[in-house]
């Protein structure tokens, strides 16, 4: 099901979904919970959340998240709230054809800003090792994002679901 938002923007598929802060509810429940207050863009100590209509959205090219969770501590309203055992998100990197590795240049700035170790590079013979995403080990946290000098590193739900 698509919220009023993605029809009015013309994003039928709900693929456009905008990426919010970690711990966030589904965006109908999110939506409807948050007051728009900027609380959690304000204490995020990695300027990575911005008010996009009103709402908070993760900025990836500012930087990582590190999962402090003080954008879940100030939420008074609730629209971001932590289940034991959950993780944040289930966003997980995304390497399109944009890299440089597609155009036989050497770089592994994705792979160097990973502090979880979750791109590998697979060797090739006669071109440049191209990146690959280990999803079991990937956070989520969009280090590599803001790294990649293409532009090409991007977040997504994991699954459909953010």
């Not at 905008?18 to 007051?35: H, I, Q, V």
């Not at 050497?106 to 170790?117: K, L, Q, T």
């Not at 590998?120 to 946290?141: D, M, V, Y």
Request: net charge positive; aromatic share 6%; proline share 7%.
């Amino acid at each position: 099901m698509i919220s009023r938002r993605q029809f009015l923007r013309g994003d039928i598929s709900g693929r456009q979904a905008p990426l919010r802060p970690p711990w966030a509810r589904p965006e109908d429940r999110f939506l409807s919970a948050c007051t728009r207050c900027g609380e959690c863009v304000k204490i995020c100590p990695e300027n990575i959340l911005a008010l996009v209509r009103g709402y908070p959205e993760v900025r990836f090219a500012q930087g990582a998240c590190t999962f402090c969770g003080k954008c879940r501590e100030v939420c008074s309203p609730q629209a971001l709230v932590a289940h034991q055992g959950e993780r944040p998100w289930s966003l997980l990197a995304q390497v399109s054809t944009h890299c440089l590795a597609y155009r036989d240049v050497v770089c592994r700035s994705c792979g160097d800003a990973c502090g979880e170790a979750a791109i590998r590079f697979s060797p090739r013979i006669g071109g440049a090792a191209r990146p690959e995403i280990l999803s079991e080990r990937c956070t989520g946290c969009g280090a590599c994002v803001s790294a990649c000098p293409a532009g090409a590193v991007t977040m997504a739900a994991a699954g459909g679901k953010a």
